[in-house]
């Protein structure tokens, strides 16, 4: 123990370029996948559990339409993301009658059954394999940008080899939060929010509420399959394993840290799970590989559990529109 | 914190805002008995709705003229909340026809009966707690492109009409003298202020007709008396309707045109105050029934 | 709403309705499994149909008693328990430690893991649950804690006992035959121990005082309360049982899949769901038959599908109750 505190940091920052840009491209990801959730739980109240399942959709359909159609990536994403809606949409008319619980059930069902097919239905999605012909286009754009504009500023070699992602995933991800907040601030979000508080209220008050329900799902997972293509880009293999539920989980644990009903938590909630959850990797704790995944994990649990105890609106919620508590 | 006190301006004898639109033929003074109406605006006939087995409403039937004050008593479990709901869509019924202005609206969900021009509150106030005064206010306005997709994402062209519900809204929040907390969180109002801001809600609705469901539970005396002065001046001045749900016999009896009386799911008597203060299926029911 | 309290009292009860109302779904589940179990007689062969069965009852076992635990916890608490199948994971692995480590006998050791999982989950309830229940947390608050805690346990599991693949070291390769169905041995002790204590366990629920209370409990919290029972004593009675009946349905699990890993038990947890919408949610019977029937309609369709599918069919199983009757074979739809 003694030697583990000085000797513990044992990367280097510069060496580890590429490491810590691919941490940087993951927290994108997460910031884009956790934007979904904050406006369905956050300011729908409803518990969607499911929503690594639309980014599963999104990475599939854009994957298999670019590999084995031969369409554009560029014309397949929109396409995998119009699908996505599509599936969220019908999801949503089944179940967001069911009570809140129900719904998260059935959510996370949906996002085990959207893996299974994955994993299953081998001659459509190649099964455990996984698709992996699908980013040529992405590479040849991806190069160019290194060359034509990253050269220039020092960042054109090997190790910034994911930096054209990390910038797009970022670019992205801080236009859907501030569309997002937009969208929130308006007098649908003040719908939104009134039937996360009482729904019975906002029905009374004229507001077809399952129509807003939908609307919120289905935004939901039009953000979270483009989560799901950005990861395909990051991976670079669209397979069953990447779409675990724990990653709706983690999505989560993101989403209480920077606290519900907060755009720029999302963002800050990210970076900070993603750090806890790479970073560690590169500190030296004199353990087994297997411990040190296991402690992220335990970390990520045991913050989810102490926040939710005693700071329930989050670090940047605000105390008044806390979504958690009765 | 604290509810209104008696001292403050009270709320009867304020000037109606024009928030308030006039929705109903007015009679003028003089033109007809006061209270005698016009139309039958609400028609509840055979409404049957049952829960779980047990038939909460049992075939009801009444009809409520346009511009009068119609309340609904009865012992506990009468079935009074059940057919509230079951009017208002929550609790869709079983059987039986309900119109609104002519149009059936059975069966037809909440925000439908709400959109035909019937507001209600609750039993226990559904104010939005973590959501400011205003904002409870605004979002029961009607016809706001704002709240399509749409008019979200480009707002321009909604921020005027959002601009003149904020006035609206503000308005009818002086006259119940929460004017002062519009962007305090509902949260923070007391239980009494909470009824009021109930009350002016459902009128931001631009109701025909208001549902109220116990307006005197859990409400001070004397602001009790002052909703229901309120409640007579929007019936005689704009020529709104209103049903109301209360344990109050003193206060029904009071304010009400016509009293429906219920027990075990039925409609047992239907009349004015005094012909239903007189029958005898109405004392029996309360001397005898599930206590009132 | 609050209106279901005030018409509960309607002296206006229509009780042929009622009784109709309840057992149409009993005979329609039945009349459902007999053409099921027809047409796969019919389709695919008794045999087939006989051994996809008994296959089915080793699952449904093991399902049945994790659900019944899941069930009762939440409707006593109204608390959606995400951690609930990392316990089957942790009675699985306390039952290995009792036998590796501390070198007890199996029957030991499992009643080891049992008791250690009975343990864990009162010390759950009275350092997490009922705190929060105290500072007045909302079933949202609660679920998300329970997927916390689920973190913690499952990699705590995993932090101690690595990620490799474990078993009892039990002989596997002996098989039984019995009216020409083959069975591997651990899986016929799975069979029989798991349907032993389903009826052992539903006997305790109907018999037993506290069985009663417990149900009494989960059925309606309120009335309870006003019948004088000593809640907080049941609850704490009902966390020790659903925790110590978990790690059982871990240990069976775990025998009968001959290895497992820390997730297995995450891994169950959508069918022991499954199983506790099926039988109407906060109804342990419902649960026990529930597991018994996700068991069998997982095997059944192995005999029309890739076996592959069998899980992701009980997930839909659980989806379509949902939508076509949310409370459940046992539930009455006052309740959702």
Redesign the interface.
């Known amino acids: 123990m003694h030697e583990l505190l000085p000797l513990a940091i044992s990367f280097d920052f510069f060496n580890g370029a590429d490491f810590w840009v691919g941490v940087g491209v993951l927290a994108g990801i997460y910031t884009v996948l956790t934007l979904g959730l904050q406006l369905n739980v956050g300011f729908t109240g409803i518990q969607n559990f499911g929503q690594i399942g639309f980014a599963a959709i999104g990475a599939y359909v854009m994957a298999l339409l670019v590999s084995d159609a031969d369409w554009s990536f560029w014309l397949a994403i929109p396409v995998a993301i119009g699908f996505a809606v599509c599936v969220a949409v019908v999801l949503g008319v089944i179940t967001l009658r069911l009570r809140a619980d129900f719904f998260a059930i059935a959510t996370i069902a949906f996002s085990e059954i959207v893996r299974y097919i994955a994993q299953n239905a081998r001659g459509l999605t190649h099964g455990n394999q996984g698709v992996q012909d699908y980013v040529a286009t992405w590479r040849s754009f991806s190069r160019d940008v290194r060359h034509d504009v990253l050269d220039g500023i020092g960042m054109g070699g090997v190790e910034f080899n994911q930096m054209p992602l990390l910038i797009v995933t970022w670019i992205a991800a801080l236009l859907l939060l501030l569309l997002l907040r937009h969208l929130t601030k308006s007098p649908w979000g003040r719908v939104l929010r009134a039937i996360r508080e009482d729904e019975d209220a906002a029905r009374a008050m004229g507001k077809n509420t399952l129509r807003f329900k939908l609307q919120s799902l289905g935004i939901a997972a039009a953000v979270g399959a483009f989560a799901g293509i950005l990861l395909a880009l990051q991976t670079p293999n669209v397979a069953p394993d990447n779409y675990l539920p724990l990653y709706t989980f983690i999505g989560y644990a993101v989403l209480i840290l920077g606290g519900l009903t907060s755009w720029w938590g999302v963002a800050v909630g990210a970076l900070i799970v993603q750090f806890v959850l790479e970073a560690t990797r590169l500190i030296d704790f004199g353990l087994t590989e297997s411990q040190t995944s296991s402690m992220r994990f335990i970390i990520v649990g045991l913050v989810i559990i102490l926040l939710v105890a005693f700071r329930p609106q989050g670090v940047f919620g605000k105390r008044e529109e806390m979504v958690l508590g009765d | 914190m604290t509810d209104p006190t008696p001292d403050e301006a009270p709320i009867a004898t304020a000037e109606l805002p024009d928030a308030i639109p006039r929705v109903g033929p007015t009679p003028a003074a003089g033109d007809l008995p006061p209270g005698a109406g016009g139309a039958v605006l609400l028609q509840v006939t055979d409404v049957v709705k049952h829960f779980r087995g047990i038939r909460a409403v049992d075939g009801a039937t009444f009809a409520v003229r346009e511009g009068t004050v119609t309340s609904l008593i009865g012992p506990n479990g009468a079935g009074k909340s059940s057919l509230f709901n079951a009017v208002t869509g929550f609790y869709p019924p079983d059987r039986g026809a309900v119109t609104f202005a002519g149009r059936s609206i059975f069966r037809k969900p909440p925000y439908a009966v709400a959109r035909a021009g019937i507001a209600r509150t609750f039993q226990l106030t559904r104010a939005l707690t973590a959501m400011p005064v205003i904002d409870n206010m605004l979002l029961a306005a009607p016809h706001q492109r704002g709240e399509s997709l749409a008019g979200a994402l480009f707002p321009f062209g909604t921020r005027a009409r959002e601009k003149q519900l904020r006035e609206q809204a503000l308005e009818l929040l002086a006259l119940f003298r929460l004017d002062t907390k519009a962007d305090d969180y509902a949260g923070t109002l007391s239980g009494g202020q909470r009824k009021l801001l109930e009350f002016a809600r459902a009128l931001m609705t631009e109701p025909r007709m208001v549902l109220l469901d116990e307006p005197m539970a859990g409400v001070n005396p004397t602001l009790g008396r002052e909703l229901m002065a309120y409640m007579q001046r929007l019936r005689t001045e704009r020529g709104m309707t209103f049903l109301f749900v209360e344990h109050d016999l003193e206060a029904v009896m009071a304010n009400s045109d016509q009293v429906v009386v219920m027990a075990q799911g039925r409609v047992i008597a239907d009349g004015t105050p005094d012909e239903v203060r007189r029958d005898q299926r109405v004392i029996d029911a309360y001397l005898g029934g599930a206590g009132g | ?4 309290v ?10 042929d ?3 109709r ?1 309840r057992d149409r779904p009993l005979l329609i589940t039945a009349a459902v499994l007999v053409a099921v179990s027809l047409a796969l007689v019919l389709g695919e062969g008794l045999h087939a149909w006989g051994q996809a069965s008994v296959n089915g009852l080793v699952s449904g076992s093991y399902v049945a008693l994790g659900a019944v635990g899941l069930t009762l916890v939440y409707g006593t608490l109204k608390l ?1 328990n995400f951690a609930h199948g990392d316990m089957l994971t942790f009675g699985a692995y306390a039952a290995l430690l009792g036998k590796v480590t501390l070198g007890l006998p199996f029957v030991v050791a499992v009643a080891f893991g049992m008791l250690v999982s009975a343990v864990l989950g009162l010390l759950f309830e009275l350092g ?1 649950w009922r705190p ?1 229940r105290r ?7 609660l ?3 329970s ?10 599991i ?2 101690v006992a ?2 490799e693949n474990k078993n009892y070291g039990i002989d596997t390769t002996a098989v039984v035959t019995i009216l020409d169905l083959r069975l591997a041995r651990v899986e016929l002790v799975v069979m029989i121990v798991g349907v032993v204590l389903i009826l052992a366990t539903a006997i305790i629920l109907a018999r037993t005082t506290l069985g009663r209370q417990m149900r009494a409990l989960s059925d309606n919290s309120s009335l309870a309360e006003t019948t004088g029972i000593d809640t907080g004593r049941i609850v704490s009675v009902t966390w020790l049982f659903a925790a110590g009946v978990a790690g059982l349905a871990g240990v069976l699990a775990a025998m009968a899949a001959n290895s497992f890993t820390p997730e297995f038990g995450f891994r169950l947890l ?1 069918s022991l ?2 199983a506790v ?1 099926l039988g109407g ?1 906060g109804n342990a019977y419902g649960a026990l038959v529930g597991g018994l029937l996700i068991g069998l309609v997982q095997e059944w369709s192995t005999l029309l599908v ?1 076996a ?2 069998k ?2 069919i009980g ?2 199983v ?2 379509i109750m ?2 076509v009757r ?1 409370q459940g074979i046992f539930g ?3 309740r ?1």
């Open positions: 709403m609050s209106e279901v005030a018409t509960a009292g309607a002296p206006v009860a229509d009780v309705e009622d009784r109302l959606t997490m929060m500072k007045g947390a909302g079933a949202f608050q679920m998300l804690m997927l916390g805690l689920a973190f913690v346990l499952r990699y705590g995993q932090f690595g990620t959508l769901f499954a919408i949610i890739d592959n599918w899980i992701a997930f839909s659980l989806i949902l939508i949310p009455t739809a006052g959702v």
